[in-house]
């Protein structure tokens, strides 16, 4: 018998149909991408309709990068099919990320190396629209890319240095600027020729830390990368982080307005969960749908964090060979599973904070609250800012600098547990009655539940 690579191949799936990575531009993708049209909508209209930068924000793990990779993809099909309507997007063949220490040259040149990459891909398309130019450093990418390479390559008929045939030792050739003014000449012939350009997504910008940073390194680009001719570009980050660059003085003219991707409801859960077992053609899965939308609920849309959570359970079932057949076996094994899985966080949650901040932690979600300034002002006699820290230091939040916040992994998982309770004095008898936890050693609990 042939081994399986993964339980879901078991099960008759084809692939992991809850993998947590994002959605790639492909058809894959854009089977498996629901609950966005309105944002795909956006992004398309702003990539065909104007040169401006084009910004995407939402909280981590929601599904931005997805939603992009997968509007990109449709740009480019749908040109296939109203070539005399919309211009030719080509996606590039790989996604930039921001770093604290960015060397804008070598970024220029990163980015430059990834495009003609991208029109040699494409030449097929390219040579059928009489548009591809990229012939002269076709063999000099394919040598690189199979083994390495020495003597000469010419460059002719780009207007380099007045027009003349110039030769460089390919052992140099992608450290000097003679290939880099090829490839731009090379950008410019194609669009000229042709309505479009290449579609360039730089990912995470959250990753160098600080808005102010972002902001900083934006603006930098202005002038080293986003000019490149026959170019279109996304940014993609965390909510928020856009702001301020979109009220530059340096950028307001060259930058929209984020798009935000919000939550989804959970109403489309069970639509995402059929789209996926029926894509990948499963034969079976220890959870029902119902199942998956209580997922879906208690992380609040977060996909990465529901994809994940599906795949520890279907995991732990698999290995424990003992799967439910019905479904009321199926619903019986997941609330065991979940209130397992839980509960293990209580016990983790109260071994890495202490107790008082734990009681502070309970208010939080029985106040509802996702703002500091709000929960500042409706509790009384404790230290906020330290309880936050806290949270932060321990990945239960995410805070944002309008002082707003969401939750991540830990604080959804405790926020579905500890917001069933009236007050804290029911949980902790729950806890110690059912669980074996105890939360406090005094005899009495004050509550801190502002009346």
């Known amino acids: 018998m042939a081994l399986q690579k993964s339980y879901y191949n ?70 296939k099919d109203n070539k005399s309507q919309v211009p030719l997007l080509i ?16 970024f220029r040149k990163e980015i430059l190396i990834n495009l003609a990459k991208t029109i040699i891909k494409y030449k097929e398309v390219l040579k059928t629209e009489d548009c591809y130019f990229g012939k002269q450093i076709e063999q000099l990418f394919e040598c690189k890319q199979k083994s390495g390479f020495s003597g000469g390559i010419s460059f002719m ?11 460089i030792n390919k052992t140099q050739v992608f450290e000097n600027d003679l290939l880099f003014n090829v490839i731009e000449e090379i950008l410019i012939k194609t669009f000229e020729k042709i309505d479009g350009g290449i579609v360039c ?44 660059v979109v009220e530059s003085a340096r950028m ?3 930058i929209h307005r984020p798009i935000v991707v919000n939550k989804l409801d959970y109403r489309i859960a069970k639509n995402m969960f059929r789209s996926r077992f029926n894509f990948y053609g499963g034969t079976y899965l220890p959870l029902t749908e119902n199942e998956f939308e209580s997922i879906f609920r208690m992380f609040e849309g977060n996909t990465r964090d529901i994809f994940q959570c599906v795949g520890d359970y279907c995991l732990e079932v698999y290995e424990n060979n003992d799967e439910p057949k019905y479904e009321y076996e199926k619903e019986d094994c997941f609330s065991k599973w979940l209130e397992t899985f839980t509960v293990g966080y209580i016990r983790n949650t109260i071994n890495v904070i202490e107790e008082d901040y734990f009681k502070l932690l309970f208010n939080l979600y029985k106040f509802n609250i996702n703002n500091i300034g709000t929960f500042s002002r409706k509790y009384k006699g404790s230290n906020i800012k330290e309880f ?53 050693n005094d005899s009495e609990h004050e509550s801190y539940i502002k009346n």
């Open 10 to 79: 078991y099960w008759g799936f084809s692939d992991d149909p809850f993998s947590h990575r994002p959605l790639g531009g492909d058809e894959v993708g854009q089977n498996l991408l629901v609950g966005r049209d309105k944002e795909k909508a956006s992004i398309k209209t702003r990539l065909r309709k104007t040169d401006k930068i084009c910004t995407v924000e939402g909280d981590i793990g929601i599904g931005k990068t997805s939603l992009v990779n997968v509007s990109i993809f449709e740009c480019y099909e749908e040109w």
């Open 91 to 106: 996606p590039c063949i790989s996604e930039f990320q921001l770093k604290e220490d960015l060397d804008i040259d070598e």
């Open 157 to 167: 008929g780009f207007g380099v240095n007045g027009g003349i045939d110039n030769e």
């Open 201 to 244: 997504l730089i990912d995470n910008i959250e990753l160098v830390n600080t808005n102010k940073k972002a902001k900083e390194l934006i603006e930098l680009m202005r002038d080293k990368v986003f000019n490149i001719k026959g170019t279109k570009w996304v940014l993609c980050g965390e909510k928020d982080i856009f702001m301020s």
């Open 252 to 254: 307001s003219a060259y």
């Open 388 to 440: 936050i820290e806290v949270l932060i230091e321990n990945n239960f939040i995410k805070v944002y600098e309008d002082n707003t916040f969401t939750y991540l992994r830990k604080g959804h998982i405790m926020n579905y547990y500890l917001s069933t309770f009236d007050s804290f004095e029911e949980l902790e008898e729950e806890l110690e009655n059912t669980f074996g936890i105890i939360v406090s």
